[in-house]
C-alpha cells in the first residue's frame, strides 16, 4: 500500500489547514522544495501537492513552487490539485512535469468535462470526491451537493479516470482516525483504485487501512500526521508495503 506525503501551498509557503478552512492554516515550512526532498529522502513514493490558493482562485497560483519540486524529482511521480478547472490548466501542470492532475469541484458541478479530459489525457486524470454523510462537499466543503458519493464515484469510473482520492470532511487535518468503513464502502463499488484521505492520525490507521487494501484501496494521504510528528514517514511506509496493494 502506498502511502503519499502531502504538501498544502499557501503563498509558496508549506501549511495545513483544519477541515479546509484557509483562514485556520498552520505554516510548517517556508521551503517546499526542502520538504518535498524530506519526504523522498524518508522513502516516498509519489507526492501529494495542493494548490490552496488556486483552488480559491481557479488558476494555478503556486506553479513555480510546484514546477520546481517535478524537476528537482523528475522519477517520482507528482499529483496535484486544487481549482484545476480547464485544459489550460491541466496542460501547465503536465507540462510542468506533473504526473497526475486531481479534479474536484469541477468534477460534480461539469461532468462532461471530466469525461473529456479522461480522453484526452489519458492515465493522468485523478478525481477527488470530498464527502460528508455519503455526499459529495464542493466549492471547498463550503456546499453539500446532492450527489451520492458511490453513485459519482461509479460515473467516473465509467469515463475512464485512473483514480479516485476519497476524503471524510469531517476527519480532515483533525487527527481524529480515518473513516475506513466509508472508504472501503466506496473502493468495493468501484474497480479503479481508491486513495484514502483525511485523518489518518496514527500507527493503527495505517494497519486498520492495509487490513483491508485488497479491497482497492492503493494509497492514503498523510498530512497533519506527518508535520505534527505523530507518525513517522518511513516507518508507516514500512508497515503499509507489509500490506498487499
Known amino acids: 500500500m502506498l502511502l ?17 478552512r484557509m483562514d485556520d492554516d498552520t505554516v510548517f515550512s ?18 501529494h501537492l495542493v494548490d490552496l490558493d488556486g483552488a480559491v482562485s481557479g488558476r494555478p497560483v503556486n506553479i513555480g513552487v510546484i514546477r520546481e519540486i ?16 480547464d485544459e489550460e490548466t491541466i496542460e501547465t501542470y503536465l507540462d510542468a512535469g506533473v504526473r497526475y492532475v486531481i479534479i474536484g469541484t469541477a468534477a460534480v458541478n461539469e461532468p462532461h468535462f471530466v469525461a473529456d479530459m479522461a ?14 454523510d455519503g455526499k459529495v462537499a464542493i466549492d471547498g466543503w463550503s456546499k453539500l451537493s446532492h450527489h451520492d458519493v458511490i453513485d459519482i464515484a461509479q460515473h467516473f ?3 475512464g479516470v485512473e483514480a479516485i482520492i476519497y476524503t471524510d470532511i469531517n476527519r480532515d487535518g483533525m487527527l481524529s482516525g480515518v473513516n475506513v468503513e466509508s472508504t472501503v464502502k466506496l ?20 494497519q ?20 505534527e510528528g505523530t507518525v513517522d514517514f518511513a516507518e508507516c511506509q514500512r508497515l503499509a508495503d507489509s500490506f498487499a496493494p
Open 157 to 159: 469510473e465509467r469515463d
Open 119 to 132: 480522453i484526452a489525457y489519458p492515465g493522468h486524470i485523478i478525481v477527488g470526491l470530498d464527502a460528508r
Open 70 to 85: 517535478a524537476n528537482t524529482f523528475p522519477d517520482l511521480p507528482v499529483q496535484v490539485g486544487g481549482g484545476i478547472r
Open 4 to 20: 503519499i506525503p502531502a504538501i498544502d501551498l499557501k503563498g509558496g509557503q508549506c501549511v495545513r489547514l483544519r477541515q479546509g
Open 187 to 206: 473502493a468495493r463499488s468501484i474497480t479503479i483504485p481508491v486513495i484514502a484521505s483525511g485523518g489518518i492520525s496514527s500507527m493503527d490507521d495505517i
Open 208 to 227: 486498520a487501512l492495509g487490513a483491508v487494501a485488497e479491497e482497492g484501496i492503493m494509497g492514503a494521504i498523510l498530512g497533519r500526521s506527518l508535520y
Open 30 to 47: 517556508d521551503d517546499p522544495v526542502a520538504m518535498a526532498r524530506r519526504w523522498v529522502d524518508e522513502g516516498a513514493r509519489r507526492l
